[in-house]
Each structure stands twice: as structure tokens, then as C-alpha cells.
């Protein structure tokens, strides 16, 4: 399905930008629910009722610092909704507004919260359909845990679509912690919010987290050495980008999956694109479109825009549940 970018946001920067701070979305309203994972720990999701209790329910992840509220994850539900979807949005430890428990975040591999969500769903009505979404560090999310679990998943499990993933973390740590304004404004704007939840969780647990290291934080490539990989049980920032990068698991992917990419996204470098491995799995459908920014695909006129994505993930999960 072609997409026709907004001509009136010439840039992806422009396009990224408008999609993630300046979308007026809708508010669909849910119901939050705290769900206690085996680990002690606990995440928040928001359910929002679809056509009835057969309906098939479709879980939406969402990107770094990103929660049920981004305005992604809002439009994608409201369109959710209107196909008849119930929908489950997932926030992330430590991402709902409330300080998660144990003494680690969330990261790009980890696959074992979705997991316990699939779990929980397909024991609750046992073949509703599940499918999954994600955005960025989400759709990371997503396509890992299908390929690592290959064929065994809960037949419940049906098909996933992935936005804008970073299929391969080193290439895009480096590409984000490189030099002018655009890159600077997401990587600060990322690093700021990072920093003072990884403080808070110093002050907490002052053994965790090296407070001095946190602060001094300015690029990726310092977050998530003396961050994220020691929190997480890494050997480094090397170590946790090969490990949690979903572009070395989707040979394993056994359930239809659809990524869109885009050629220009500011913070996916298209050359870190698993074509190859795409190709090579029939269950898998890379498509990269010339446009479209990062978390984007706007079209339409600046009085009426609309999100192509959307509508593209939810054509090929519907028809996936049937």
C-alpha cells in the first residue's frame, strides 16, 4: 500500500517533530490496571473496551519514554476501536506515572513483561485472538520476543506490526549521539527524562546506580554503559545494543509481522535495516517507504492530517485475526 507523504512537512525532521509534539489526538477513555509480574515488580495497562468480549485484543506498545498516553498510542487505539478491537496499551515499568517497585527500568530486550501480558490475555479467554503492536523501542520489543520464542508462543497469538523499530540499537545509539541541532534536541530531550529516573531509583537503591555516572550522562553510548547494561544484568552499552537488538531474531519469527520503516527516519539509519533477514523469512514484511520520519507517516493537508501507519498496521492485523 503506498504511502503519500505531507508535502507540507518537507523534512523528516519536520514530519517527526509534528507526528510526536504538535498531533492533536484523540482521548479515548480506559480503564488503568496494575498487574503484579512474578518478579515482585508490577507494570500499569490501559484497557479500552472494543465490540464484545470475542472481540480480539490488540496490545500496544510504546516507544522510549513513551507511555499509554504518547499520542501514538492514542491515535492507534481510537483506530482500534473503530475495527472493533478491544485494545490493551502497555506501559513499561516505571513509564505509567508511577515509580515501579524493584531496582531496574525497562530497556529495548526486554521481552519478559510483554510476555506475562500475552500470558495473562490468552489464560483470561482462552482463543481470542492477541495481537501485538509496537512503536520504536516497542515494536523492538515486540519483534524480539516473537523471534526468540519461535513456535512457542500461545496459539492465541496471531500477528504483530511494528512502527519505526531500531532493529539494530548500536547503529542508532550512534547515529542519535551524532553531532547538529535535530540530533542534540532528541537526544536531549530523551536523556533528560532518563537521567532523572535513573536518579530517582539512585536514591532509592544508592548500590544500583552510580548517581555520579547517571548525571554526567550526555550521549547514549554513556547512559546505557553505566546505566542501563549494569542495571540490567550487561556487560556494557555494546553488550545490551547485540543482545537486545530484534534485527538477530527474526529469523526466528513464526507468526506474521509487518515493520514499517522509513528511508529518511532521523534516528534509523536505513542501512541498519534487516532487509536481508526480511527477505529470508517469509512470516516477515519489511517495508520501507522513501518518507515518513520517525514514528510519523503523516498525509493529508495541514487542516486535516492523518497517520498512514495506522491504518496500513491495522489492515494487516485485522485480517490476520480473522
Do not use: Q
Request: with cysteine; aromatic share 10%.
Amino acid at each position: 500500500m503506498s504511502y503519500a507523504p505531507a508535502r507540507w512537512l518537507p523534512t523528516a525532521h519536520l514530519m517527526t517533530v509534528f507526528a510526536n509534539v504538535a498531533r492533536l489526538f484523540p482521548r479515548p477513555r480506559g480503564a488503568r490496571e496494575r498487574w503484579d509480574l512474578p518478579d515482585g515488580d508490577f507494570v500499569d495497562v490501559d484497557r479500552f473496551a472494543g465490540a464484545g468480549r470475542e472481540a480480539p485484543v490488540l496490545v500496544v506498545c510504546h516507544g522510549l519514554e513513551g507511555s499509554s498516553r504518547a499520542p501514538y498510542v492514542r491515535g492507534l487505539v481510537a483506530a482500534a476501536r473503530t475495527r472493533g478491537l478491544d485494545v490493551l496499551a502497555l506501559n513499561f515499568r516505571g513509564c505509567s506515572g508511577a515509580t515501579n517497585r524493584l531496582p531496574r527500568l525497562y530497556h529495548s530486550g526486554e521481552t519478559g513483561d510483554l510476555s506475562e501480558v500475552v500470558r495473562r490475555l490468552a489464560a483470561e479467554r482462552p482463543g481470542r485472538p492477541v495481537l501485538l503492536a509496537g512503536f520504536s523501542l516497542g515494536g523492538n520489543v515486540v519483534a524480539k520476543y516473537l523471534g526468540e520464542r519461535g513456535d512457542d508462543l500461545p496459539p492465541e497469538v496471531r500477528a504483530a506490526a511494528v512502527i519505526s523499530v531500531p532493529f539494530d540499537l548500536a547503529a542508532c545509539a550512534r547515529t542519535l549521539d551524532g553531532p547538529g541541532f535535530w540530533l542534540r534536541l532528541y537526544r536531549e530531550r530523551f536523556l533528560r527524562r532518563l537521567r532523572k529516573k535513573a536518579l530517582a531509583k539512585a536514591r532509592r537503591f544508592p548500590r544500583a546506580i552510580d548517581a555520579t555516572a547517571a548525571r554526567a550522562a550526555r550521549t547514549f553510548a554513556a547512559f546505557d554503559d553505566r546505566v542501563t547494561a549494569p542495571l540490567h544484568g550487561f556487560a556494557g552499552a555494546e553488550d545490551y545494543w547485540a543482545r537486545s537488538s530484534s534485527g538477530r531474531f527474526l529469523g526466528g519469527v513464526r507468526r506474521p509481522l509487518l515493520a514499517l520503516s522509513a528511508a529518511d527516519d532521523p534516528m534509523v539509519p536505513a542501512g541498519s535495516l534487516p532487509i536481508e533477514a526480511a527477505r529470508a523469512n517469509p512470516r516477515v514484511t519489511l517495508e520501507v517507504h522513501p518518507a515518513g520520519g520517525h514514528v510519523a507517516f503523516v498525509s493529508g493537508p495541514p487542516w486535516r492530517p492523518t497517520y498512514w501507519a495506522e491504518g496500513r498496521v491495522l489492515d494487516f492485523l485485522v485480517a490476520a485475526a480473522v
